[in-house]
């Protein structure tokens, strides 16, 4: 692939993919690490583009799961994403089978059996459940049954679960589920951790928006050396919360929105020969996202021609 | 061979939820078995996992006819070493595969060459001590664990002839009764039959690891000259060109009271002269006939 330089001869920008220990992952991923070390229960919600898969990701290969060639296999922490667009337990069970490997295909009644012993073997003391908003009634069933198998001989296993789900509205999923009083939503609601059953992990506030962008300084200083972002953390929480980005009105800045319109505006100064960004680029970006989003451009031309451009129809 | 695969690297989802590594002269099958009990699968779970899925030889045949773990020509190995993480070459030498194609330079079902046991048989102590099914175990003139010196057992106590896999067994069980492998008759054998049996393990461990076919070759002009010398009409030329296989050759070579050494010898480059039967002590330090000692 050709690498294509900027105008002034410097390399394509590169967009760094480290990840951030934010705030909200901090207290993201403390309750998703006492949820694993008390074996403890809890609906975990948060607004879409908080970063929970990423916090999930992070703990997940931090955990030591490893395979040793002496056949020992210890994955500590079990995660998967909940099944889409499939309501059959089977989908969440070949989920869940996927994450130790490869694995040979087998009858659903021989896997369900088969899953426990591999959970008792690999010595599994935590499931989380990503994206757990699209889990249903089957599945949450199967979710009871295996836990309780592994809590059952001969594996006597107590393994903490975390139903990672969005929301949105203020509204926390499977709060009235669970207050259902039929016998098996009795039994999942009698499990969930006593003191902090359901909980809604915050977004960013501007002190640790300016923490962040203290961040993306030391990060992106190699592209852009004179890069000063701390000073613009009131504006950018201003135009982050605005009511189109934060419809809830949490009053607090997702992960999401905040690299979006960092990346955006330091993009756009890299090639154009910056070695910094201004107010009035980071504030042009952040009218794309809050105003111009819902915006349709049209494509014409073809990539190698000159005259390639994008015009504005919305 | 990777010590161990983390959840990070692209290994996790390419490997089997528990990986086992095969151990010093393991039988590929006893590999097999291990990682299917290792990940708790029913036996043949990891036979069917590498089985070529377009062979055309029927499944009864491929679980009974032992060539086929042997020289698997129908097995992937290259796979089993990717769901196992571990190097082809140690996958490979849990068969005879490299020895055979190096000994009768044959890429055509070299297994049938080498003359293999018609029945599945296993030592009852090296699985209970070990897990382990030694590659020996196929060897036609072995019929006795030389670790353990107990006869190797082919069939279960309820009478049924023992299978290395069966879709209803658990691994290392009776597929009739469930008994565990380990739990068969050990009978002692024979101390007779040990020292026999100690010889043909030489002679095949001998061309195993330096059989080409020219030494091949000298070892059945060895017999035919002293078939010649003793004027045995038994042993025709024909019979040892081409109607014998290595276990064959072996069982004639140790019955012929001939050792490693002697073929050796006769493959060297000075004529031989039944040297067997002579006394000889060359003092130089290059004599070909102490090549075999050094």
Request: hydrophobic share 40%; net charge neutral.
């Amino acid at each position: 692939m050709t690498n294509h330089l900027s105008q002034d001869g410097r390399s394509p920008f590169q967009v760094q993919e480290s990840f951030i220990e934010t705030a909200f992952e901090q207290r993201f991923q403390t309750l998703l690490r006492h949820a694993w070390q008390a074996r403890s229960w809890h609906v975990i919600a948060a607004v879409p583009g908080s970063g929970k898969s990423l916090g999930i990701n992070d703990v997940i290969v931090n955990s030591g799961a490893r395979k040793d060639a002496n056949g020992t296999t210890s994955l500590p922490v079990l995660a998967v994403r909940a099944p889409k667009n499939a309501k059959q337990e089977q989908a969440l069970g070949m989920a869940l089978s996927a994450s130790f490997g490869v694995v040979p295909p087998m009858d659903w009644q021989l896997r369900r059996v088969w899953l426990a012993r591999v959970m008792a073997s690999t010595q599994v003391e935590c499931l989380i459940i990503d994206d757990a908003q699209d889990l249903t009634l089957p599945h949450l069933a199967f979710l009871k049954e295996l836990t309780d198998n592994l809590a059952a001989p001969p594996y006597q296993r107590q393994i903490g679960l975390c139903l990672v789900a969005a929301n949105g509205g203020n509204v926390v999923p499977f709060k009235e589920t669970f207050a259902d009083p039929e016998i098996l939503w009795r039994q999942f609601r009698r499990r969930l951790d006593t003191e902090r059953p359901f909980c809604v992990v915050l977004g960013h506030t501007m002190e640790e928006v300016r923490d962040i962008l203290t961040t993306f300084e030391d990060i992106y200083r190699s592209q852009l050396p004179d890069l000063k972002l701390r000073a613009f953390a009131k504006p950018i929480f201003t135009w982050l919360t605005h009511q189109s980005l934060d419809p809830d009105a949490t009053g607090r800045v997702t992960m999401d929105h905040l690299t979006r319109l960092v990346i955006s505006a330091l993009r756009h100064s890299y090639e154009q020969g910056e070695t910094s960004v201004n107010e009035k680029v980071l504030q042009g970006r952040a009218e794309f996202m809050i105003l111009r989003r819902d915006e349709i451009t049209a494509i014409d031309g073809t990539s190698s021609q000159p005259s390639f451009e994008a015009t504005e129809v919305g | 061979m990777i010590n161990r695969v983390r959840l990070a690297q692209p290994a996790w989802h390419l490997t089997f939820p528990h990986r086992v590594v095969p151990r010093q002269d393991e039988w590929l099958p006893g590999v097999l078995l291990r990682c299917d009990e290792a990940n708790h699968w029913g036996s043949e779970t990891t036979f069917s996992q590498i089985l070529h899925p377009h062979h055309d030889i029927s499944h009864k045949k491929l679980l009974t006819d032992m060539s086929h773990l042997v020289v698997p020509s129908v097995l992937r190995l290259d796979h089993l070493s990717d769901l196992l993480a571990v190097s082809l070459r140690a996958i490979v030498a849990t068969t005879y595969q490299s020895e055979l194609v190096r000994i009768f330079s044959s890429s055509q079902s070299p297994s049938q060459h080498l003359g293999l046991s018609h029945s599945f048989r296993l030592c009852p102590e090296c699985l209970a001590q070990h897990r382990m099914l030694s590659r020996t175990l196929v060897l036609l003139n072995i019929t006795c664990c030389l670790e353990h010196q107990v006869m190797l057992q082919d069939r279960c106590t309820c009478g049924a002839a023992l299978q290395v896999f069966h879709p209803r067994a658990q691994p290392f069980t009776c597929y009739k009764c469930g008994l565990h492998w380990e739990k068969l008759a050990h009978r002692p054998a024979d101390p007779s039959r040990v020292e026999l049996e100690q010889k043909y393990l030489s002679f095949y461990e001998f061309f195993f690891t330096r059989g080409t076919p020219a030494l091949l070759a000298s070892a059945r002009h060895l017999l035919l000259d002293d078939a010649e010398e003793k004027e045995e009409k038994v042993m025709t030329h024909d019979f040892i060109e081409k109607g014998s296989s290595l276990s064959m050759l072996i069982y004639l070579l140790v019955n012929g009271n001939y050792s490693p050494r002697d073929v050796m010898v006769y493959a060297g480059p000075l004529p031989w002269r039944s040297l067997k039967w002579l006394t000889f002590d060359c003092p130089a330090q290059t004599c070909p006939y102490r090549m075999y000692d050094e």
